[in-house]
């Protein structure tokens, strides 16, 4: 895969993000905060954000958009993208799909559009909670379902593995929603 000449590497966060009109961050959640600290001086305070990072916080327990609340703040900017996608799989053009959410919608249209091909089909949502809990157990479930394999399961325990750890995925999201909503 050969980048366009429009695309070029730097080291620093002040470069990369001049003049931005719209910013990806784009990171292992396990730096997500130290990333978002650096960045903060160069993100203008009503530049658009979306966080392609998935997982919960060792120690703190947030979730992403949580995180950048906290070190960005304008929650109304923030978006988030999850997908079961691999970025080679969209890069080759293969047809893939994402969901991007924010709690304000003009914020999920404005990515989706930016996001969106052909081939990449960009939903929206303003369950920006659903969607990062549901992106960071998708890996718990491609975990399990993996180990299923590994062991010389086949297809059926594969999907009965699958479908328990999604009613399990529903739960959680349900029951913290459900904790959220009580404090």
Known sequence: MELPDAITATHSYAQALEGAEAVAIVTPSSVL??????????????????????????????????IATEELGALERLAVLSGPNHAE???????????????????????????????????????????ELCAAFKNVIAIAVGMAYGVGFGDNIAAVVFILMSIVDACISYRYREHIAGD
Do not use: N, Q, W
């Not at 009503?46 to 958009?65: F, H, I, N, Q, R």
């Open 89 to 131: 799989e969209v890069i080759k053009g293969t047809p893939s799909a994402t969901v991007i959410a924010s709690a304000e919608k003009p914020t999920a249209l404005l990515f989706r559009d930016l996001f969106a091909t052909r081939s990449f089909r960009t939903y929206t949502s303003t369950d920006m909670t659903g969607v």
């Open 33 to 66: 905060r130290e990333v978002l600290r650096a960045v903060s001086a160069h993100v203008g305070a009503t530049t658009p954000v979306v966080l392609c990072s998935k997982g919960v916080e060792g120690g703190s327990g947030l979730l992403p958009a949580e």
